[in-house]
């Protein structure tokens, strides 16, 4: 099964790291890999909402700002403003924000692209959700890898496998790169100034790897997914990295 939890909208009380969702995609992650899928929300206009909490450990997100639904009568009318659903015969309808109302969103994409191609993992069915999502392929730690997109998801579910996932976090020169995929073995290529892609690692199972870079220079990296004869599957979004003269954090 593919557990789903909300990041928290803790965002401007410190901005901790919440749990469960952090053990499902763990602190450190940049959304590659993990467990399960870790959500925060995002606006209507597709960026994130102002409560939501960020991070290493943030998967995607999901319209979690103003989300129309079911609203229990206990709970506060001034909290959770009442609106009228035409045709409803009964219940409270309303309006309210969190990630909490994010997550389920999520959860009910992952069960659409599992419908949609049974025989997919868990692991595979977040894969997706995460390579179609609006980043398509790039990692922010305020988005994750983007806003849920469920019919990209369900398309890609129906007619292709997953493919595979490439992040990095850098601090001063270190680069850490971590990368996500269903593959048995991967390999690790990356250029400077647009020069030739060199090969850092073939055929290898690892799925992280911390790199010291050179001060004025441009750096693209690329993950191939390999099949047990070491055949190319799928290859990821390129990431690239651009280091100035002077000290700075990407």
Request: net charge neutral; glycine share 12%.
């Amino acid at each position: 099964m593919l557990i789903v939890a909300a990041v928290g909208n803790e965002y401007s009380q410190g901005n901790p790291v919440e749990y469960p969702a952090a053990l499902l995609q763990p602190h450190g992650s940049d959304g590659t890999g993990g467990q399960g899928l870790a959500v925060t929300a995002s606006t209507s206009a597709g960026v994130r909402a102002s409560f939501a909490n960020t991070g290493s450990w943030v998967s995607l997100a999901a319209p979690g700002e103003n989300v129309f639904g079911a609203v229990s009568q206990f709970a506060s009318s001034t909290a959770y403003p009442r609106s009228v659903l035409p045709g409803a015969q009964a219940g409270l309808y309303g309006y309210a924000s969190g990630t909490s109302f994010a997550a389920p969103q999520v959860a009910g994409a992952a069960a659409l692209v599992w419908a949609a191609n049974p025989s997919l993992t868990a692991q595979q069915v977040a894969q997706i959700l995460k390579q179609t999502a609006s980043g398509h392929g790039s990692w922010t730690s305020d988005l994750g890898f983007g806003v849920v997109d469920i019919a990209a998801a369900v398309a890609q579910a129906s007619s292709a496998t997953p493919g595979v996932l490439l992040a990095g976090n850098r601090v001063d020169t270190k680069l850490r790169l971590n990368w996500s995929g269903s593959a048995p073995r991967y390999s690790l290529s990356f250029s400077i100034d647009s020069g030739a892609m060199k090969t850092v690692l073939a055929g290898t199972s690892q799925t992280t790897l911390t790199m010291t870079l050179a001060r004025g220079h441009s750096y693209a990296f690329s993950v191939a997914a390999l099949d047990g004869e070491g055949a190319q599957t799928a290859t990821s979004a390129p990431l690239t990295v651009s280091l100035g003269a002077t000290n700075s954090r990407r």
